[in-house]
């Protein structure tokens, strides 16, 4: 199978799973990126059995209006039934770095609001140790240079991500070279460093379910 057919196989897996939780007053939380984009197809199949969608970036929620999927602002929701999205590495904790898209900030706050957060992945996300993917780290930008020097004092090598401004006006460094043997202490520490909006590791925050696409079929690991 080719890497796109397992992220089709992840996002209808994900639909079928969702689907019973759903009833006509839910609202979905939706990731971005490449295997979020084939789940919001699959997620405009069913769309007479939710209400609408929060989206975790402008790019997912033009995707989803395209598709008659009505988009909510987050503050005008009281709750997400779910959050389901895709991730650049998962660990076997389903700890997760997110942000190759750079849409990482909005995906952890869709995904701290939700009850179920489901995180759909082609088999090449699955990792032993977190870091072999550059950990994206979203940042003010006045204060690029100071950020990127912090960086360095806790191992990494940033790199400023050109031509990348966030939907919220801000710009990238992608650390590269960390191997991350404690996400959760590693994430505390990169979220300490005054400039950074947040970064990539969703570790203190994990997904509940991973769904992820391998050569023989989906297999569900939970953490
Ligand atoms: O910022 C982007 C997101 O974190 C994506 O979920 C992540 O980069 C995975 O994207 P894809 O499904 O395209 O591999």
Request: proline share 4%; glycine share 8%.
């Amino acid at each position: 199978m080719t890497q796109d057919e397992l992220k089709k196989a992840v996002a209808k897996a994900a639909v079928d799973y969702i689907q019973p939780k759903l009833d006509n007053d839910s609202i979905v939380g939706v990731g971005t990126g490449s295997t979020a984009n084939f789940f919001i197809d699959y997620l405009a199949e069913i769309k007479g059995s939710f209400d609408g969608a929060v989206a975790s970036s402008e790019a997912s929620a033009e995707r989803l209006k395209a598709h008659g999927i009505p988009v909510y602002d987050l503050n005008s929701t009281d709750a997400l039934v779910v959050y389901v999205d895709g991730a650049d590495e998962t660990n076997p904790a389903l700890e997760l770095i997110k942000g190759g898209g750079a849409a990482l900030t909005r995906e952890k706050i869709v995904a701290a609001v939700a009850e179920e957060f489901i995180c759909i992945a082609d088999g090449s996300k699955w990792v032993e140790t977190l870091g072999n993917f550059p950990l994206p780290v979203e940042v003010i930008p006045m204060a690029r240079s100071h950020v990127a020097r912090e960086l360095v004092k806790l191992g990494g090598d940033p790199v400023y991500r050109e031509n990348c401004i966030t939907d919220n006006g801000n710009v990238i460094l992608d650390v590269h070279n960390m191997a991350i043997t404690n996400p959760v202490e590693m994430e505390t520490a990169i979220n300490q460093i005054v400039g950074v909006v947040t970064n990539g590791l969703f570790a203190c925050r994990p997904a509940d379910v991973l769904l992820i696409g391998r050569e023989d079929g989906v297999e569900t690991v939970r953490a």
